[in-house]
């Protein structure tokens, strides 16, 4: 069978499944059927179709209104949600670093002062982690780390440049839960939780939180790859001399955009004082970038940065994701959901800590096998972790966060992330998929170790305790 003919056998396989789900169940309410039903056609579509991923999400959102899963406001407003124009500042504002050399400069600038092939990685590693604070989009991150492969020859018979190409990419996905804005999805995740709680992660807490996991992740991923993919020898092969960068001094430009931003990340830590939204901050960031003669791009030009196919998606994933809340079709799927795992009703309660944060680091770590979306894992399991919390009396923020970055891994397959296909495909010499199996066979236990290590060493201490 191709794989064409098999894609489209597990997609029947998958409808047929979903409309069993869907027509068969008693005790679901008109409104929580079509929920449902539009929900798993979107996953469906997402997992075994080519189609565009943000017109699923946009496509699915509108028919939930003349199902009445959703009403016409509640379409409406998702196009002028806070988290949309949080986005496209956040978009804005990696433009203007991405632009104005910025970016280039920070990852540039560390590997430069590389000597050894090991040093040139542990450097690029630390390079790499401020960037999720800097620009919003993972793949916006990868194209502003490219350059930094021409510091290793373009040589088929040299390992050392595949191996490089397979660390930029894998630093930048695992190192996305430093930063509430590092990822849609984050964000997504937050409304989710406002929705239903009223609450938020922050800025500032979600840094607390996430940047210590981030950091020694990376810093993991960055070990195992250096001592799967490469000899002791190749790790201490000097890099040659023509590896320099641009050490100018910094340009009015650059200088302007570091204002803007040091701005705006202050004020993003400093919500609770000042009682701007980080949203209205981000738009405030995207007018002072944009204006004449005192901005660093024309507004048309920060527009075409924006993208609005993920802002769109991120839009109709929230849509999807409230109409499973609001007609209670996530609250039927609780227990079916999770009942695999132990965590059915109000279970997950009586049960050890420990037990608890494993299953939820294992289901979230593995769910980027069936869903390839950062935003459409957090749109099908945000709601049922937040009720199965509820439903159990444990503390929902933490384990919607633990669960956000549990989903942030997708390191098995190169389809997972546009920044792994970036790298896989790079002229003079990328990464092999099989490459990424085999360090995912190794990061993904790690993952989940990690996840359940930092909630007993850092993140029960920290107000995420269960």
């Not at 990868?142 to 088929?156: G, K, T």
Request: charged share 10%; hydrophobic share 60%; with cysteine.
């Amino acid at each position: 069978m191709t794989s064409g003919a098999l894609r489209w056998a597990m997609a029947a396989l998958a409808f047929a499944l979903l409309a069993a789900l869907v027509i068969l169940p008693a005790d679901l309410l008109p409104p929580a059927r079509a929920a449902l039903a539009v929900f798993g056609t979107a996953v469906i579509l997402w997992t075994t179709t080519r189609l565009d991923a943000a017109w699923i999400a946009f496509a699915a959102a509108v028919a939930l209104v003349p199902l009445q899963a959703a009403d016409q406001a509640e379409l409406m407003a998702m196009l002028g949600h806070n988290i949309i124009w949080l986005m496209a500042g956040a978009f804005v504002i990696g433009a203007a670093i991405q632009s104005s050399g910025l970016a280039a400069r920070i990852t540039g600038g560390i590997a430069a002062r590389a000597r050894t092939t090991a040093q040139l990685f542990w450097l690029t590693t630390l390079a790499l982690i401020p960037l999720t604070f800097l620009i919003p989009s993972t793949s916006g991150r990868a194209a502003a780390a490219l350059p930094a492969l021409n510091l290793l020859p373009a040589d088929a018979a040299d390992t050392r440049r595949r191996a490089f190409a397979l660390l930029i990419p894998v630093v930048i996905l695992v190192a996305t839960s430093a930063a509430l804005t590092g990822a849609g999805s984050h964000l997504l995740a937050q409304d989710l939780l406002d929705q239903r709680l009223g609450e938020r992660f922050g800025f500032a807490n979600w840094a607390l939180w996430g940047l210590p996991f981030a950091a020694v992740s990376s810093a993991i991923a960055c070990g195992v790859i250096l001592r799967l993919f490469l000899t002791p020898a190749q790790r201490g092969a000097a890099i040659e001399a023509g590896a320099t960068t641009d050490r100018a001094a910094l340009s009015g430009t650059e200088w302007r955009v570091i204002v803007v931003a040091a701005t705006t990340f202050g004020l993003w830590f400093t919500t609770d004082w000042h009682g701007l939204e980080i949203a209205t901050v981000a738009i405030l960031a995207m007018i002072a970038l944009t204006a004449p003669r005192v901005g660093v791009m024309s507004f048309k030009a920060g527009m075409k940065a924006v993208n609005w196919s993920l802002i769109l998606f991120v839009g109709g994933a929230m849509l999807l994701g409230q109409a499973l809340i609001n007609t209670q079709a996530a609250g039927w799927l609780i227990d079916r959901l999770f009942a695999l795992a132990g965590l059915e009703g109000s279970r997950a309660g009586t049960l050890p800590e420990i037990a608890v944060v494993g299953a939820v680091a294992l289901i979230s770590t593995a769910s980027h096998l069936f869903l390839t979306s950062h935003v459409a894992r957090t749109a099908a399991l945000g709601p049922p972790f937040i009720l199965m919390a509820q439903s159990a009396g444990i503390e929902p923020i933490a384990v919607l966060f633990i669960a956000t970055v549990g989903m942030n891994y997708c390191l098995t397959l190169p389809a997972c992330s546009k920044a792994l296909l970036l790298f896989q495909d790079v002229d003079g010499g990328g990464f092999r998929p099989a490459d990424l199996l085999r360090l995912s066979a190794v990061l993904a236990p790690i993952n989940v170790a990690l996840m359940i290590a930092a909630y007993f060493a850092w993140w029960k201490w920290t107000g995420l305790a269960l």
